[in-house]
């Protein structure tokens, strides 16, 4: 069993910039590929940027690509979504997420956190 916490969310203007955190439960977290996902309002859930065990593979949606940057610091189980250029579309409640492989499907997944709010104004 894996909890995971995001924090950081919050609201932002256009332009500016925040960074999430998920910090997880027990002693295996390098074994996991972790995941950040979203949800706007009205539409699905969807991938955002994932980051292999050691780090050495990441990906990430076209939509983010160049603005978003996703790492993890092992030592402290934390995983790290910055976000940079925000923009208004970006508006969603973001999830981080535990699985066993570096795939950008939900269904990959088996841990997820509770969210944390990212509002962008224009």
């Known amino acids: 069993q894996v909890q995971l916490v995001e924090s950081g969310g919050g609201l932002v203007q256009a332009g500016e910039s925040l960074r999430l955190s998920c910090a997880a439960s027990?002693?295996?977290?390098?074994?996991?590929?972790m995941g950040w996902f979203r949800r706007a309002p009205g539409k699905e859930r969807e991938f955002v940027a994932l980051i292999s065990g050691t780090g050495r593979f990441t990906s990430y949606a076209d939509s983010v690509k160049g603005r978003f940057t996703i790492s993890r610091d092992n030592a402290k189980n934390t995983v790290y979504l910055q976000m940079n250029s925000l923009k208004p579309e970006d508006t969603a409640v973001y999830y981080c997420?535990?699985?066993?492989?570096?795939?950008?499907?939900?269904?990959?997944?088996?841990?997820w956190g509770q969210g944390t709010q990212v509002t962008v104004s224009s």
């Open positions: 027990g002693r295996t977290f390098s074994t996991y590929t």
């Open positions: 997420a535990a699985g066993r492989l570096s795939v950008p499907t939900m269904t990959a997944y088996d841990y």
